[in-house]
């Protein structure tokens, strides 16, 4: 089972920022597409963000895109996700996810999907008040 560890979750006013980190081991962040996924309470799990493998195809939930940016750094194996402009509507649990031995790039269908993904981490709460 492959770990994926969140990190940097909290609480925060709307309007302010906070970054997630997802860390994991070298040989799956290298050969894996990536994403974020969040949990709102009393609701269903849904897609946030996704990168492929080479960090070019890039895809967003409509309802982050202009405010959440996805990125990974290999060399420190971890993958980002920098939230700004947070809204009362972000309060959830956010989930890292990959997807291993994947090609380079990656397509919406599969990448947006979390059935698609194999690994997850055990979440980080992030909680957005007035």
């Known amino acids: 089972q492959v770990q994926l560890i969140e990190s940097g979750g909290g609480l925060v006013q709307a309007g302010d920022s906070l970054r997630l980190s997802c860390a994991a081991p070298?040989?799956?962040?290298?050969?894996?597409?990536m994403a974020w996924f969040r949990q709102p309470p009393g609701k269903e799990r849904e897609f946030v963000a996704a990168?492929?493998?080479?960090?070019?195809?890039?895809y967003y939930a409509d309802s982050v895109r202009g405010r959440f940016t996805i990125s990974r750094d290999n060399a420190k194996n971890t993958v980002y996700l920098q939230m700004n402009s947070l809204k009362l509507e972000d309060t959830a649990v956010y989930y890292c996810?990959?997807?291993?031995?994947?090609?380079?790039?990656?397509?919406?269908?599969?990448?947006?999907?979390?059935?698609?993904?194999?690994?997850w981490g055990q979440g980080t709460r992030v909680t957005v008040s007035t």
């Open positions: 990168i492929s493998r080479n960090g070019i195809n890039i």
């Open positions: 996810a990959g997807r291993s031995a994947t090609g380079l790039t990656g397509i919406y269908a599969s990448m947006t999907s979390g059935a698609w993904y194999n690994s």
């Open positions: 070298e040989s799956i962040i290298t050969s894996s597409a």
